[in-house]
């Protein structure tokens, strides 16, 4: 192979490795999309672990926050940048969620 050859192969390598990226990055978004939906005011805590326990691209925490415990999940296939933040309140149920999209500077 020459040259030119070599330029080509390492070009349609790095688009499909863009692409299958691309795949994963969408996945991932519309996983914790959907999943977000699911925390209505008065779940359970254990049913939103049982729930993120289910995503094959998320990673989640527990935080403490005012007023109770706070679970954030994301992906690191999307960087972070797609979020949701569940808020529970003493008693382990669901007060608030939120999915949100952080834009550069909230990173």
């Known amino acids: ?18 692409l299958i990226w691309g795949v994963f990055w969408n996945e991932a978004r519309k996983e914790i999309f959907y999943l977000c ?14 729930q993120l326990e289910t995503g094959n691209f998320l990673r989640f925490e527990m935080q403490m926050h005012e007023g109770g415990q706070r679970i954030v999940a994301d992906s690191a296939y999307n960087l972070g940048v797609y979020r ?23 990173q």
């Open 84 to 106: 949701c933040i569940v808020d529970l309140d003493e008693a382990h149920n669901v007060t608030y969620r939120e999915y949100r999209v952080l834009r550069q500077s909230e």
């Open 37 to 50: 939906g699911n925390f209505a005011p008065g779940v359970s805590r254990d049913s939103v672990i049982r």
């Open 1 to 18: 192979m020459n040259r030119k050859h070599w330029k080509y192969l390492a070009l349609a390598i790095t688009a499909f490795a863009l």
